[in-house]
């Protein structure tokens, strides 16, 4: 079975900083998707990026990256200099290559930007 | 393009009612998935349809929960009878067939049993 771990309940960053939130995962295919998505305080779930695990680059999207360390099965979020408006929950996903694209969610991490 | 949409935004009715919550996903996704979020469990996976046929419920809590996809541009969840600590935000996400393809989630429903 798949699973997502996040251990970073809660981080904070100084606006205009760059943080980094953990992600972790464990899955026996060797296929797989890799996404992370904000949630801000509105509740809404927005899609932020994505990595194939066949992908040799690093994804990028703008202020957000994706440290993609497949040996050691991390897809760690980095945002650029930091907003007031990064402040969310950030869940890091994962979508399996099979039949019904199972996608599994971690527990999430609460990000807090100071001015 | 329109996306997921979920209805209702809110429901407010008593324990012992039946609530249907109601989702359309966006036109040319094959798989359609009902989230339950709460504080205290998080986001949790209730059940996921590909090609409107389930394939995996096994998150669905217990027999007061029942999700149906009768075509390809509607599903339900329906909780009978509801109790209080169904209390939570219900999200429909879909998306369709491909790796690279994200999840798009509705803007959730927020239930409250009292």
């Known amino acids: 079975a798949q699973k997502i771990t996040q251990t970073q309940p809660g981080m904070f960053v100084q606006e205009k900083e760059a943080v980094t939130l953990d992600c972790t995962y464990d899955?026996?295919?060797?296929?797989?998707?890799l996404f992370w998505y904000k949630q801000p305080s509105s509740g809404e779930m927005i899609f932020l990026i994505y990595?194939?695990?066949?992908?040799?680059q690093n994804a990028t999207e703008g202020r957000y990256s994706l440290n993609f360390q497949k040996a050691r099965k991390s897809a760690n979020l980095v945002i650029s200099a930091s907003q007031l408006g990064d402040s969310a929950m950030y869940f890091c996903a994962m979508s399996p290559d099979n039949y019904g694209q199972n996608f599994v969610f971690g527990p999430g991490t609460r990000l807090s930007v100071l001015p | 393009d329109a996306g997921v949409i979920q209805s209702p935004r809110h429901e407010v009715t008593e324990m012992g009612q039946e609530v249907t919550l109601r989702c359309k996903p966006i036109?040319?996704?094959?798989?359609l998935f009902w989230y339950r979020q709460t504080m205290m469990r998080g986001l949790e996976l209730l059940i996921y349809f590909n090609n409107n046929v389930p394939i995996d419920d096994s998150g669905m809590p217990e027999d007061r929960f029942s999700a149906k996809m009768p075509n390809a541009s509607f599903s339900t969840l329906k909780i009978q009878p509801s109790e209080p600590r169904d209390s939570a935000v219900y999200f429909c996400a879909s998306t369709r067939d491909g790796l690279n393809s994200p999840l798009h989630f509705g803007n959730g429903t927020r239930l409250t049993v009292t």
């Open positions: 036109s040319g996704h094959n798989s």
């Open positions: 899955t026996s295919d060797q296929s797989y998707g």
């Open positions: 990595q194939g695990s066949y992908d040799e």
